[in-house]
């Protein structure tokens, strides 16, 4: 299983930025998909994920209400359409693929992951 996440970038704060995760090598609808932050000195924090059989989203308090996930399988692309974006959404985010559907905050469980993608917002 390979992941590719793409569209991060530098954008003010205040902006948006929408990335992208492409799994392939993996019938894409049967895995969940999250999105983890990484910084400096720091291991990756969960940001979000969205179950494959019910697609259910789970967030973290840090970014509900401005950030959405969401899976177009037909495209096998899940999204991360991240608004009202702050300084300290800065970070390398990477997304990875599990094969459970439920509490999908933890690390543990993603067996595959991405290259990461910088996102830097600045005040």
């Known amino acids: 299983v390979q992941l590719q996440a793409f569209g991060g970038g530098l954008v003010q704060a205040g902006g948006s930025l929408r990335l992208s995760c492409a799994p392939s090598?993996?019938?894409?609808?049967?895995?969940?998909i999250g999105w983890f932050g990484q910084t400096p000195g720091k291991g990756r924090e969960f940001v979000a994920a969205i179950s494959y059989r019910d697609r259910r989203t789970y967030y973290a308090d840090s970014v509900k209400g401005r950030f959405t996930i969401s899976r177009d399988n037909a495209k096998n692309t899940v999204y991360l359409q991240m608004n009202s974006l702050k300084p300290e959404d800065t970070a390398v985010y990477y997304c990875a693929a599990s094969g459970d559907n439920n509490h999908l905050y933890p690390v543990r469980k993603y067996a595959y992951w991405g290259q990461g993608t910088l996102v830097t917002v600045s005040s």
């Open positions: 090598g993996c019938p894409f609808s049967t895995y969940s």
